[in-house]
């Protein structure tokens, strides 16, 4: 009898051990499903772009609108949750970390000092302007603030790095990055119209076009066509504002801890760390690539792409999130408070360059 109970209890061990290991494999299963998944569709994206009429959009806003039509289709992937998710928020702040690379302090602090000043007013004036206006439209506040940082700083990227200390909802993060690279194009490609019948010189037109567009590729798309000097002072300007999201982002931190300690539900602000990495990478990327160590340029080039492709990555799990209804009922207020903004901005700049 004793050895059958033994043999009992040991079955019965063992039962308890495989059922374990069969909810670790299917986490795991999930886990790695969810990665590949939002892999699979920023492919996808990057595939999209190549075509002439998406390729104004970039791979970005292609693969939330693939991700989104998805939800609509098919629903939710629930059963890759955990990996999704993975996506949207670790490889989120990865993809942060290394677009420090992109900000050259030491060129910023010695070339482009002035500029900060009107980078500054640019940021003051796209948040104040468009929540006043978001109140003006009875638009939803925390899209409306995303879009605003999108606006004033740079684009999505900025979206994402607010989205956690401000607490913003995923599909809010979403909506707001796939705006911004859907109306910064547009805002690009009238530039670009616009440039031969302006009474601007190349200089000054670059320094209009970083100083008042939204993302770093909308900078490059409208002042590439203006020559080389142009380029080099719009993406010195727009630099100027990718440094100033550090200081917005601490302000934003101080912000939501008042609000906390006066709110009934008390919000609690996680420090971003993933901001310290940022500073980091920029920092090794001003003064120590190119001068401590030598990367040949084809493998700086290879590290934006893929910086540009986990972003992507992520803005699939983000874009999982939305649905049509949400599109509907909350986006329409915030995108037009969004654009308002965006034109008052880019005259405003043309005026005091011009004049």
Request: glycine letters at 10%; proline letters at 4%; charged letters at 15%.
């Amino acid at each position: 009898m004793v050895p059958t109970l033994t043999h009992g209890k040991q079955s019965a061990h063992e039962q308890i051990s495989d059922d374990r290991g069969g909810a670790n494999r299917a986490r795991s299963r999930a886990w790695v499903g969810g990665i590949t998944f939002t892999f699979v569709v920023a492919l996808l994206g990057l595939g999209l772009s190549r075509l002439p009429i998406f390729g104004r959009i970039g791979p970005l806003a292609c693969a939330i609108i693939i991700a989104v039509l998805y939800r609509q289709v098919a629903g939710y992937p629930e059963r890759l949750r955990s990996g999704i998710q993975f996506s949207s928020k670790r490889l989120l702040r990865a993809a942060i970390i290394l677009f420090g690379l992109k900000l050259n302090i030491d060129t910023l602090l010695h070339k482009g000092l002035w500029l900060l000043l009107r980078d500054a007013g640019t940021i003051v004036f796209a948040i104040a302007v468009t929540m006043l206006l978001a109140k003006l439209f009875k638009a939803d506040k925390g899209l409306s603030l995303l879009l605003s940082i999108g606006t004033g700083v740079c684009g999505a990227a900025a979206i994402a790095a607010v989205s956690p200390i401000v607490k913003a909802k995923e599909e809010d993060t979403a909506l707001g990055a796939g705006i911004i690279a859907l109306m910064g194009t547009v805002f690009a490609i009238v530039y670009t119209v616009l440039r031969p019948l302006l009474p601007l010189s190349s200089l000054h037109y670059g320094i209009w076009s970083g100083v008042s567009l939204h993302e770093i590729a909308h900078v490059a798309l409208a002042a590439a066509p203006a020559g080389s000097d142009a380029l080099a002072i719009a993406l010195l300007a727009k630099l100027g504002r990718v440094f100033l999201l550090v200081p917005l982002s601490f302000i934003l931190m101080a912000w939501m801890k008042r609000r906390g300690s006066t709110a009934a539900d008390h919000v609690k602000v996680e420090f971003p760390w993933f901001l310290i990495g940022f500073i980091a990478m920029s920092v090794i990327g001003s003064y120590v690539i190119g001068h401590l160590v030598v990367i040949p340029p084809v493998i700086m080039n290879d590290i934006a792409s893929l910086t540009t492709f986990i972003l992507t990555m992520a803005m699939v799990g983000l874009g999982l999130n939305v649905s049509f209804q949400d599109l509907r009922t909350k986006a329409f207020r915030p995108l037009a408070a969004m654009t308002v903004t965006s034109m008052l901005l880019s005259l405003g700049t043309f005026l005091t360059i011009y004049f």
